[in-house]
């Protein structure tokens, strides 16, 4: 899973990997996003690397039916069950995914980044505040991976 050719960070990667906790909310809309603004140019996905992977949040499913990608069919995986394919790039989404992502990477020349993005979930209110929240994950994603995943 972990290997990597390139050694300039600013190089576009032919494969990435978005992880954080539970492959339900930041990786899936990461990983989404990523396909859009990619048009199929790089080999894109997304895993968790909780022991308990669940559906994807409906409230990411929401914002992201705003802007016209559907996320519905997301299918969680865990980091374990990616164990047999190999990224350039691996952008941790969750300081526990990035901790889980070095520990592995350990002694392979992978390139890893971590994006320190907010868990919307932590935030609390109406349902409008949490949308809120949620919108500016997809924002921050969106204007994190147009700059990252472009040429």
């Not at 894109?44 to 308990?52: L, M, R, T, Y």
């Not at 350990?106 to 993005?117: A, L, R």
């Not at 505040?129 to 990252?148: C, G, H, Q, V």
């Amino acid at each position: 899973m972990i290997k990597n050719n390139k050694t300039n960070s600013n190089d576009l990667p032919s494969s990435v990997l978005f992880i954080c906790n539970f492959n339900t909310i930041r990786s899936p809309i990461a990983e989404a996003i990523a396909k859009y603004h990619c048009n199929n140019k790089i080999y894109i996905d997304s895993a968790g690397v909780a022991e308990k992977i669940g559906k994807v949040n409906p409230f990411a499913v929401s914002i992201m039916e705003e802007v016209g990608i559907d996320i519905a069919r997301h299918k969680t995986k865990k980091l374990e069950g990616l164990i047999n394919t190999s990224f350039e790039l691996i952008i941790a989404l969750s300081s526990e995914a990035y901790r889980e992502v070095q520990e592995l990477a350990k002694g392979n020349s992978v390139m890893i980044e971590y994006w320190q993005i907010k868990d919307p979930t932590e935030i609390s209110g109406n349902r409008e505040t949490i949308m809120s929240a949620f919108r500016d994950l997809r924002e921050e994603l969106y204007e994190n991976i147009k700059l990252r995943l472009s040429n």
